[in-house]
């Protein structure tokens, strides 16, 4: 079965980086044709995409979020990251990590982590 597991501290300072750590079990993350991704959803807005990392290393990141992002993986933690540098309060959300399957469907998801800005 796979399972997904977000890591990561829950509150973080104005202007400092967010670090958040996806760790995954039961699947293999450098096989075709999944890709990793990371979601979050801010208080009392939808979710949206933050980026993705593909079977193949490859990343992607949504252009309409005006944030600096870094997706990274090591493949033999079976972990995949997400790094948000110069957060600020609009970066409070419950940030997510999932496996996108064919058709762009998110097959399985990790439960979610609280992350608030401080300002």
């Known amino acids: 079965q796979v399972q997904l597991q977000e890591s990561g501290p829950g509150l973080v300072e104005s202007s400092q980086t967010l670090s958040l750590t996806c760790t995954v079990s039961g699947a293999s993350m450098t096989i075709r044709p999944y890709f990793w991704i990371w979601v979050r959803q801010p208080p009392g807005k939808r979710l949206e995409w933050i980026g993705y990392?593909?079977?193949?290393?490859?990343?992607v990141y949504n252009p309409s979020l005006k944030i600096h992002t870094s997706i990274s993986r090591d493949t033999s933690k079976r972990q995949f990251s997400l790094q948000v540098t110069s957060v600020t309060p609009e970066d409070t959300a419950v940030y997510y990590c999932?496996?996108?399957?064919?058709?762009?469907?998110?097959?399985?998801w990790g439960q979610g982590t609280q992350v608030t800005v401080s300002s």
């Open positions: 999932a496996r996108v399957g064919a058709s762009w469907f998110l097959d399985y």
């Open positions: 990392i593909t079977y193949s290393g490859t990343t």
